[in-house]
Structure formats: C-alpha cells, structure tokens
C-alpha cells in the first residue's frame, strides 16, 4: 500500500512538473557559451545590452543564435554570464536596473548567470586575483546543472570550450541530450570536493566525469577520492556529451592522429579518439559574421568587387598613415592580425624581421596584444626600421588593417579554425598560411594559370616556410594589374559563396536533429 501510494505521488509531481516546464511543444534547444559577440535584434532592445567577446567563440555564438532564433522548428535559450560592468559600459544603468534587464531577458529564453565573479571584468578569459577564471566556470556550470537544465528542461543542450565542461555530464545524467563544441584547447582540474563546494553535487553526476586516476567503484571509494582525484573539465565535456565537435574538419583529424602530442593532454587526446572511433565526432568550419563586408564594415572606405582595386588602394594609404608607415602605396603591405601567443607563431616573423625587411621590398603592419616579450621586442624593432609598424591591438583598426593590406600572415603551429583568413578574401585581401586545422581547410595555393585557389600555403612553421609564402605572395604582386584584379575578384565572389554562417548554421542544426531522432 505505501508503494502504490509512493507511486501516485511521484506520478503526479511528474504530471505537476511537466504541466509548469513543458508549456511548448517545439523541441528546446539551450546554447551554453562564456563570450557572445551580439544577440539578435528580434530578442528586444535590451539584448542589445549583453555582449562580451573574447574570441572567434563570441562570434560563431551570436551567429548561430541568430539563424537558430529565425527558424521557426525550435525553441531558443540562450544562457550567458552576467557580465554587470561591460552592461553598464554600454548603457548608463543602475545595478537594480541590470537584475531587472535579466527577468526580462529571461522570458524571452536569454538567462543571464548572475555572479561576482563575472561582474567586475570586460573580458570572458580575463584573470583575477580573487575571481579567477575556475571560479567564474564553476558558478556558469553551477546555475545551469542546478537550476536550468530543470527549469527549461531542453532537449538539447549545446555547450561550448571547457567553461561549461561540466554540464553535458549533468544532463546525461537528467537523460538530456548534449553537444560539446571544442573552440580551443585549453582545460582546468578541479576535485570532487572543488566541484562540490562550488555548490553542485558532483556524485549524481560523477559517472560521466574524467578522472586522472578512474575510480572503480565510486560507492566505495568516494571518501578516498574526494580530495585528491581531479576532474579534467575538457575531457570531460567530450566524454559525456552524446555528439562532440571541432570547429574545422583538419582540426579534428590532426587531434584524431595525435598531431599536437606536445600540446594535447593526453586524457583529451584519448577521449577525442573514443567519440571518434564511436562515429560521434564531427568538424564543423566556423564562418565570419555575415557584416564583415567591404560594402557595409564600418571604418573602410567601402568598396565591393567592381572597384576593389582603386578603393583598396585608398584604405592602404589611409592605414598607412594611421600605423606611421612611409606612403608608399606601391609597396606591398603585410598585417599581422593575430595574437602574439605560441599558437600563432609569432616568433617566426618577429625573430626574422631584420632578414624580411632587408632582402624583400615589403612593409609589414602588426597590430596585436601578447606576450609581453614579443610586445617588447616589436616596439624596438619599430625603431630600427621605418617599414614596419606595431601598435596594441586595437578592434577598429585591427579592421582596417584587413581591408587595407595585400597580404596577411598567419603561420599558426595549430588553428582549430582561424576566422581572419576567411575575413580577408572578402576584402580582397590575400592571407599567407601555413597547412593545419582551419587554414588548411580554407586557404588553397593560388594558381593564377588556372584560376584556383585563394592564398598561399606553406607546411613547415619555420623561417624557411614563411619566406616561400612571402615569396609567392611577392611574385602574385608584381603580375599586371589586370591578372591580378581578375583574380583578387573570382577570391571575393568565391568567399562568400564558401565559407557563410548560413552553412555553418546548418550543420549544427543537422546534428541538433541527429540528437532529436535518436531520443
């Protein structure tokens, strides 16, 4: 008798429940991200208050929520950090104001985590001594797995990098199906009792968690392995997550075949393999946001396919004066548009400058932000020589710089993606890669002869390797005029056809429905 009467009421506290959550009967999707560039203008002025971009994930963030909230076969949520003081950058407003801005932001599918450590700092990433990174992880991971995944009960929750790495072993837990989208290699570790005094309860959870050392019964050994076995969050967002993606498909088999074994943990690198070999891994290239256009990007003087070769050339000369380089609009003009980090391989140009500079007419134009050294080192080497220019990075003219130059440099050691090469062919705007992840997958040498191709590629990140791009790109300069701009517009028309978030957006979706279809 107490059985039936134990199951009469949990039948109808599951009846009550659903009655409350499930109001709608399209399938929920609920994207999980650190960093948005923008939200959609169909979401109300006041999503045009949240935004906090630390890299191409804010990017690839706003635009597939844009694509996700015109179509009409599903419901949208969207959970995001708080970000209080980057709201109140953009809009004169009170703290009472902000917390009023998140109830309504709530119903309309946008929940805003709200949390100290996400309302003192402007950037996702950004280190600090008492909310540190870990500790903003820990509150996003937390509001979502103890309250979200219940309160919007989705049927699909999309979690992207290792700041939401601990939800997808949440919700296979709840019987909710989850996607993990890995944007860069990075991971933190955290104990059980870390996890545990951030406020969830890892043990309901703690099945499809990745340890360091697995525990073989945890019953038994919880007690022993509380304090002292750490959890890999990446590696656990992939393990747990029922589909798993990179964010280019050269990217995923470079990660496959242990291409990076120097800078792949080894726990992410055998969980990679495993969804992999399950068939439940898959690349899906990144695109540009659909503005970044010569016709319509603010600051350039615009210009389209028609005119690219007379307009470009006034943005040259235009940038050149902004970066205090010689006017000298005949020169052919190098940018370098990315971060000065080990991953990109900054030091290839900055330790060859003095060679680039003396055996080739070139001007080169950094404009970037990194390791303090490289910073230093740029700011000498300005001194030394009047054809090149370094300046902090600066978003404006970082934009400029893409529109205005011949030629980009990007000779990255490993580019899960890369979003500037695909930037530049639309401007025109030649880029100088080197073959790996998403440089391979969208820049092809440029065969003029046979109308192919859209830059030019090296293999090895050396000196050697970035000097045969330069070289190529040098000779593609000095052809006439017309081969050039006949070459330069096939390249625009061409990118824009290829590489679009309309794409992008809709193999997500294919893989939304995979998950749906499969229950």
């Known amino acids: 008798m107490q059985n039936e009467n134990q199951n009469t009421i949990i039948d109808e506290l599951s009846k009550e429940y659903h ?38 994930l804010g990017d690839i963030s706003a635009s597939l929520i844009r694509y996700l909230a015109d179509n009409k076969d599903f419901e949208l949520h969207v959970v995001l950090p708080k970000y209080d003081n980057r709201i109140k950058h953009m809009a004169r407003i009170t703290n009472r104001q902000i917390d009023r801005l998140a109830i309504i932001l709530s119903g309309k599918g946008i929940h805003l985590i709200n949390d100290s450590s996400f309302s003192y700092i402007f950037d996702p990433y950004e ?117 798993f993606n990179t964010v280019s498909e050269t990217f995923l088999e470079e990660l496959v075949n242990n291409y990076f074994d120097d800078i792949v943990p080894p726990a992410i690198y055998r969980v990679i393999r495993e969804k992999w070999e399950q068939g439940r891994a898959y690349g899906i290239l990144n695109a540009p ?19 690219v070769m007379e307009k470009k050339l006034e943005n040259k000369i235009r940038f050149q004066k902004m970066m205090g380089l010689p006017a000298e609009p005949e020169v052919p003009l190098f940018f370098w548009p990315n971060r000065l980090y080990y991953q990109k391989a900054p030091e290839i140009l900055i330790d060859n400058i003095n060679f680039f500079l003396s055996k080739y007419e070139m001007q080169i134009a950094v404009v970037a932000n990194g390791d303090s050294k ?60 080197r073959a790996t992840g998403g440089l391979k997958d969208t820049i092809q040498h440029l065969d003029w002869h046979s109308d192919s191709g859209n830059g030019f590629v090296f293999e090895i990140a050396d000196k050697a390797g970035l ?29 824009l056809e290829k590489y679009n978030l309309k794409k992008t957006a809709e193999k997500y979706l294919n893989l939304y429905e995979k998950l749906l279809q499969e229950g």
């Open 127 to 243: 280190e600090n001594k008492y909310h540190t990174r870990i500790r903003r992880a820990m509150a996003l991971n937390r509001e979502v797995i103890n309250y979200l995944l219940d309160s919007v009960e989705p049927d699909i929750v999309h979690c992207n990098d290792w700041m939401t790495a601990l939800i997808p072993a949440a919700a296979k837990a709840k019987g909710i199906k989850s996607l993990f989208t890995l944007h860069n290699i990075f991971t933190e570790k955290q104990t059980l009792m870390d996890i545990e005094l951030s406020g969830m309860k890892p043990f309901d959870f703690a099945q499809w968690l990745y340890f360091e050392d697995f525990p073989g019964d945890l019953k038994k050994e919880w007690e022993r392995i509380f304090t002292t076995n750490k959890v890999d969050l990446t590696a656990s967002g992939i393990y747990a997550a029922d589909i």
């Open 374 to 433: 490289l910073e230093k080192k740029l700011a000498e080497l300005t001194e030394k020589h009047t054809r090149l220019s370094y300046k902090k990075f600066n978003e404006e003219l970082s934009g400029i710089g893409k529109a205005a130059a011949d030629f980009i440099l990007m000779p990255s050691r490993y580019e899960p993606c890369g979003l500037p090469q695909m930037e530049a062919i639309r401007f025109g705007t030649l880029p100088i890669v």
């Open 467 to 495: 000097e045969y791009g330069i070289k190529e790109a040098i000779s593609f300069y000095k052809l006439p005029h017309e081969i050039k701009k006949k070459q330069i517009q096939r390249i625009m028309v061409e990118s």
């Open 19 to 56: 009655s409350l959550v499930r109001t709608k009967t399209k399938p929920r999707i609920m994207i999980c991200t650190p960093e948005i560039t923008e939200l959609p203008e169909g979401m109300g002025n006041a999503a045009n208050l949240v935004s906090a971009k630390g890299g191409g």
């Open 289 to 307: 946001n659909d503005m970044i256009h010569p016709e319509i990007s603010h600051n350039i003087i615009n210009y389209n396919v028609g005119n």
